[in-house]
């Protein structure tokens, strides 16, 4: 599986972002998909997941409240909406899948990364 993320900016305090995580190849059925983030000079960050039949979703604490993981299975694409940003959710944001049933919030659990993109937020 190929992962392609984007949708990340420069915005200010307050602003929304969605950013999209694209399968390029094979399918995002039946894998779950989560969201990581890692600012500079710090670890990488869990932020959100969802099962592959999107009944079941997992959020960083960090993020709970602000943020929305979804996915469309017909466009083979994980959304992550994030609303109320702070400046402090500036980092590269990577999206990742598993196929594995059962998962923790480790990036260890998950096997296939894409590339990133960068969300800077300003105060």
């Known amino acids: 599986v190929q992962l392609q993320a984007s949708g990340g900016g420069l915005v200010q305090a307050g602003d929304s972002l969605r950013l999209s995580c694209q399968a390029s190849?094979?399918?995002?059925?039946?894998?779950?998909a989560a969201w990581f983030r890692q600012a500079p000079g710090k670890e990488r960050e869990f932020v959100a997941a969802?099962?592959?039949?999107?009944?079941?979703?997992n959020y960083g604490r960090a993020v709970k409240g602000r943020f929305t993981i979804s996915r469309n299975i017909d466009q083979n694409t994980v959304y992550l909406h994030a609303n109320n940003l702070k400046p402090e959710d500036t980092a590269i944001y990577y999206c990742?899948?598993?196929?594995?049933?059962?998962?923790?919030?480790?990036?260890?659990?998950?096997?296939?990364w894409g590339q990133g993109t960068q969300v800077t937020v300003s105060s």
């Open positions: 990742a899948t598993t196929p594995r049933q059962r998962y923790t919030d480790s990036p260890a659990d998950f096997t296939y």
């Open positions: 190849e094979g399918p995002l059925d039946y894998v779950a």
């Open positions: 969802i099962n592959w039949r999107g009944s079941s979703r």
